[in-house]
């Protein structure tokens, strides 16, 4: 392995190349043993309803099984004051969850949900939460099931959007068996569990003033090969009433970033821009009350701050304020990449790389993706 080191965006990097990974073998889960098995129950997950599932996921590398036998969005939730909107819709999955004597004990912090869209929630942590679920028959699943015992309860969830379907992820960490002396990498199951039958999101959105069109743009950093991906758009999020002191409406931008891999500093949304028609730049609005009006309708913001490291992606809605004045067409998102010198020679030269979004229903023009860069100099934002 290669490796040069930079300093960029105040950050020391280093550029690898070559490389790569092993993992150590594990034990079968048996000859019959399958990783998932079963389907996604259909429900409407508009509406408090419960059903009966036949999903399993099995770990056929120690043998560890979690039986997935109801799901249900029937609980209350009004007297648990510490629950945030924000934190989604509350889903409970009642797993039963077998650990053989030579497995691996199972936390109920290794489930999950992740929707169509590759949002991804973990299990809830709200004070009161659990006091809740028991006062109505929920009995909870213990933090965790250990190694020889078959445990049997209820996981609380979030889905940011009862409008998608989901899967029920369960992530194993890596670790080394005390006895053999065995590694296991680290892994996640994925299973099929939700198939929602209701409204869809777009009609349910358009109703309440804010309508996500589908658009496509791609910008990409060629030096860092970070890269951003536009698939929706939504260009009438009203204000809510609590920003009493700004005026306009949000444009929101569903986003894919993907951070490179040539340097360490990953990537981060501070450097995104949108571009309106007329060529103002716009900053991500980094507004709490617009990130829970957005969370409230579906439209799920990156996650935290929307940092993600080398070689990792994330994907979320980034909002934007515009002013009354400014048109709800003709938007570009642009990536700029600040100056930097690099360690033992050499720089990186300050960058922009905008891609123009072309909207579906929308004419566009031949070079509406383009993602040419321009250089300023500057190292810092235009």
């Known amino acids: 392995m290669s490796a040069t080191t930079a ?6 990097l280093t550029a690898c190349s070559g490389g790569g990974s092993g993992s150590a073998e594990g034990k079968s889960g048996g000859d019959d043993a399958k990783p998932v098995s079963g389907s996604a129950v259909k429900i409407d997950l ?7 599932v036949g999903v399993t996921l099995t770990d056929t590398q120690l043998g560890d099984r979690v039986q997935v036998k109801q799901v249900s969005t ?19 999955v009642q797993l039963k969850v077998t650990v053989p004597e030579d497995g691996y004990s199972v936390s109920t912090s290794d489930f999950g949900l992740s929707d169509d869209q590759d949002t991804t929630s973990s299990q809830l942590y709200a004070g009161g939460l659990e006091a809740a679920m028991e006062a109505q028959g929920y009995a909870a699943l213990p933090s965790y099931v250990s190694t020889g015992s078959t445990k049997t309860g209820w996981v609380a969830l979030q889905l940011l959007d009862t409008s998608k379907s989901a899967d029920l992820t369960w992530k ?20 099929p569990l939700l ?11 358009a109703k309440e003033g804010a ?14 090969k970070n890269t951003v991906t536009v698939d929706q758009i939504i260009t009438n999020f009203p204000l809510p009433a609590a920003v009493d002191y700004e005026s306009g409406h949000i444009v929101a931008v569903h986003i894919k970033a993907d951070a490179g891999n040539v340097y360490t500093s990953g990537w981060a949304p ?12 716009l900053d991500r609005y980094s507004n709490s009350d617009v990130a829970t009006a957005l969370a409230e309708k579906g439209f799920a913001g990156l996650t935290e701050d929307g940092y993600i490291s080398s070689g990792e992606s994330t994907t979320g809605w980034v909002p934007f304020l515009v002013k009354p004045s400014t048109g709800d067409s003709g938007f570009t998102i642009s990536q700029h990449r600040r100056a930097a010198n690099i360690i ?35 190292g810092s934002n235009a």
């Open 344 to 378: 033992g020679g050499g720089s990186v030269p300050a960058a922009d790389f905008p891609a123009k979004i072309a909207v579906s229903g929308e004419s566009t023009e031949s070079d509406s993706e383009s993602t040419d860069s321009t250089d300023d100099g500057s």
């Open 195 to 205: 198939q929602n039958t209701g409204a869809d999101s777009a009609v349910t959105a």
């Open 172 to 191: 194993r960490a890596e670790h080394t068996d005390y006895e053999s002396g065995k590694k296991y990498a680290a892994r996640t199951m994925t299973g």
């Open 46 to 52: 508009t509406k408090d309803v419960e059903k009966k």
């Open 74 to 92: 029937k609980l209350k939730t009004d007297n648990v004051k510490s629950l945030k909107s924000s934190q989604g819709d509350v889903v409970l």
């Open 7 to 12: 300093v960029l965006l105040g950050l020391t």
């Open 211 to 224: 309508t996500p069109k589908k658009a496509s743009a791609k910008s990409t950093d060629d030096v860092t």
């Open 270 to 281: 501070s450097d995104l821009q949108l571009i309106t028609a007329d060529g103002d730049k």
